[in-house]
């Protein structure tokens, strides 16, 4: 989209504070709607969660805030906040686009992964990043991974998903789906993660107004889709088979997230939060 002569193109130090802001209140809102479910529950056997925050500094470079919450929906949850700065090292600057010269780098996001006492609610993963180096960009996406065959549930998230895409633009959907479906897979059990959802990446298309909403348009409809799912199955009924196969499954998760998983070997070539990159990891887990 064409801009008007009397608009102005954001400076990238007025676009890293904007996207760095959105994050925040992104974390803020998440939160918010996370522990009013806690409240919601009917369980008088565990006490309603609240998150509890820890703000952790990089040595190269910027820092961030782990906020993580146990409760009695919520076995796991954590929402993370980073803005970090520095140089890539000789042998990772090659893999990231416009870092090859000089190796500078700034990166500014949002994660949130889910994982729950109720094997009836599938686990979730979201997280949307803006970055940049001698170019810049979007990225990110959201999946639903339910632990027991839930086909409704990947249907209500996929209708979340595709209507972030389809208000941006028609052709994201089908296109950010199907990178989805070949990024959350497992080659070696040859099998998908769950039931998919959307990834993107490298997201310049030249108006960064446009690219920014859709960012904040994937977080949202995140917000919105999960938290239905999560309401309309936290009171199932569920047996201690249930959980055993939940537990299980949620070995899958670990075995993406340190074998595959792009954000894990970012955090960690760049001198992450140790806690922050592998908060992902859920808490209990079973292998056959």
């Known amino acids: 989209m064409a801009m008007s002569a009397c608009q102005m193109e954001p400076s ?9 802001k959105w994050f925040c209140s992104l974390r803020n809102e998440i939160c ?7 409240d919601a529950a009917d369980d008088s056997d565990r006490p309603s969660g609240r998150f509890n925050r820890k703000t952790w500094q990089r040595d190269g470079g910027g820092g961030g805030e782990i906020s993580l919450m146990h409760g009695r929906v919520f076995e796991k949850v954590g929402v993370n906040i980073s803005t970090v700065f520095g140089t890539f090292s000789d042998d990772f600057k090659g893999h990231i ?6 190796g500078e780098f700034w ?16 686990a979730a993963h979201m997280n949307t990043r803006f970055i940049t180096t001698s170019k810049s960009w979007f990225g990110g996406g959201g999946d639903l991974t339910p632990l027991l065959p839930d086909e409704a549930a990947g249907e209500t998230f996929h209708r979340a998903m595709k209507g972030a895409c389809d208000s941006h633009d028609l052709n994201y959907y089908k296109k950010y789906k ?31 107004d446009h690219d920014f909403s859709f960012a904040r348009s994937v977080g949202r409809a995140f917000k919105e889709g999960y938290s239905k799912i999560v309401k309309g199955r936290m009171g199932l009924p569920w047996t201690e088979e249930e959980r055993h196969s939940q537990l299980v499954r949620r070995g899958r998760y670990v075995e993406f997230n340190l074998l595959y ?12 939060n140790i806690e922050a990159i592998l ?10």
């Open 32 to 38: 918010t709607v996370f522990e009013a479910i806690e």
């Open 97 to 102: 686009e416009g870092a090859t010269e000089n």
């Open 261 to 272: 998983d792009r954000g894990t070997l970012f955090g960690l070539k760049t001198g992450g």
């Open 178 to 208: 199907k990178w989805c479906d070949e990024y959350f897979f497992l080659p070696h059990r040859d099998e998908p993660r769950g039931s998919g959802g959307i990834f993107y990446d490298n997201l310049n298309s030249g108006d960064w």
């Open 12 to 20: 990238i130090a007025e676009k890293k504070v904007e996207a760095s």
């Open 279 to 288: 908060m992902s990891l859920p808490p209990e887990v079973r292998w056959p």
């Open 107 to 122: 990166a500014s996001g949002i994660s949130v992964v889910a994982h729950m006492w109720n094997p009836h609610v599938p």
